[in-house]
């Protein structure tokens, strides 16, 4: 083990701990019955946004050695995998069988078991659910050192609902088997409508959903006036081989996921401001005009920003951070106000998304709810903090929630009121982990 200075995606709160680099099982787990106390938590790409991989005094491990893929069952659709196996790479594995993860995030560069501790979702969780949906068992290394296969229905469900959506909280999950689903292409339908304004992007995105098998949209929240809030709604299904042109009728199962640059870590405080904001929002806009049936490839629907590695430091040395939260059918007036109070308030956030939940599922953590979720991205300056707090109490008094994965400056009461199951996912963290080994910077934060 050697010191080092972590930080999430967003690049806020640096702390320091012991990180420990290995691909052995048994390491690992000595590593946890040798916790001192400060604790010790997993971390696999870094990509949260905020604190639930970093643990201040404390020890990391990093589970990216872990990044065997063990079996690909084509005919069940399932995939045994190690659970430091990155979405890129399993997806890149499978691909080849016509097999496809169900559930994507806006990045592949997430590890499998960072996608169940954050119960990850994505722009099909109108008609597949969250990650945990299709996790069929998973391999949870226990504060005791030892290894329990857990089911979703299987004797341990509680402890493996805790697991999901928990933060690494309940152990290190080490291997896992996923159910999949077939595609004859890696390609995408795509069919894009660009909308003037906010109210009618929700109108649009509320009718037909569930016809298409992703759906997302972009706002613009930096034009004022009558355009406040104008959008993109991006919905897509799966191509067929004969949706393909010619060219790509050959090999229809191609990884086209290119990544064109690498953003140097240069940029000075206060880069993103409102003149480069509505910049960047005017080409954003223009850039996607109405068209159906477009054919798409991975990168281009699902990862735009896997393009450009490190794009985090856009932000400059303070950081950003990002404000996600989901509140139920019946509250848009939420997302409305959000939007109308990032713009008179002039925190700047361009890359923002608005999407539809379906139903949620087990997991007492568990972000998605049926409803809405909102995303806006703001670099780290005066004022960003108090606007935060003023829409926490928007969002809670409507019945919604913030999202563990990517917020990093929530209190507990926040996090208390949000998840009214909190208290049953904490007797089963205490039955598995009564001396609290497993910790981090964010479960001390919001007294998890």
Request: proline share 6%; glycine share 10%; charged share 20%.
């Amino acid at each position: 083990m050697k010191p080092e200075k972590l930080t999430g995606w967003g690049r806020t709160a640096p702390t320091s701990a012991q990180v420990l680099h290995t691909a052995d099982v048994r390491e690992i787990a000595a590593a946890v019955r040798a916790a001192g106390p400060r604790g010790v938590i997993a971390r696999g790409l870094g990509r949260s946004y905020g604190d639930p991989a970093q643990n201040a005094g404390g020890v990391v491990i990093d589970m990216t050695g872990l990044s065997r893929i063990h079996t690909v069952d084509a005919e069940a659709a399932t995939v045994d995998v190690d659970a430091g196996v990155s979405l890129d790479t399993l997806m890149r594995a499978l691909l080849p069988f016509g097999l496809w993860l169900p559930v994507l995030p806006g990045t592949r560069q997430v590890t499998v078991g960072g996608a169940i501790g954050s119960d990850i979702h994505g722009k099909a969780h109108h008609v597949e659910g969250s990650f945990g949906n299709h996790v069929r068992s998973l391999d949870l290394l226990t504060a005791d050192g030892e290894v329990t296969t857990l089911t979703p229905d299987g004797p341990d469900a509680d402890l493996f609902w805790a697991t999901v959506g928990g933060m690494g909280l309940t152990g290190i999950v080490l291997r896992a088997t996923l159910a999949l689903n077939h595609v004859e292409t890696a390609y995408f339908l795509v069919d894009t409508e660009q909308i003037g304004n906010l109210d009618d992007l929700m109108a649009r995105q509320s009718v037909g959903d569930e016809s298409y098998a992703e759906s997302v949209s972009w706002f613009d929240a930096v034009t004022t006036g009558p355009h406040l809030g104008r959008g993109i709604l991006t919905r897509a299904n799966h191509a067929r081989v004969e949706d393909l042109p010619a060219r790509s009728r050959g090999n229809p199962l191609r990884f086209e996921a290119p990544q064109l640059l690498t953003v140097p870590d240069v940029f000075p405080p206060g880069m993103l401001n409102k003149l480069t904001g509505r910049i960047f929002s005017e080409l954003w806009y223009r850039k996607s005009p109405t068209r159906a049936g477009a054919v798409q490839n991975i990168t281009q629907f699902l990862h735009p920003l896997d393009i450009v590695g490190e794009w985090n430091r856009g932000y400059g040395p303070h950081g950003f951070l990002q404000y996600q939260f989901a509140v139920p059918f019946g509250a848009e007036d939420v997302i409305r106000h959000t939007v109308h109070r990032a713009v008179e308030t002039g925190q700047v956030s361009v890359l923002n998304v608005l999407k539809r939940f379906g139903p949620g599922n087990r997991a007492p953590l568990s972000f998605p709810m049926p409803g809405w979720t909102l995303c806006l991205d703001f670099p780290v300056r005066k004022g960003v903090h108090e606007l935060c707090e003023e829409l926490d109490e928007l969002v809670l008094r409507a019945g919604g929630r913030h999202y563990l994965a990517k917020e990093s400056r929530a209190t507990p009461s926040v996090v208390e009121r949000g998840y009214p199951r909190l208290d049953e996912w904490r007797k089963v963290r205490a039955s598995v982990d009564p001396q609290g080994v497993f910790a981090s910077d964010m479960s001390r934060r919001l007294s998890l």
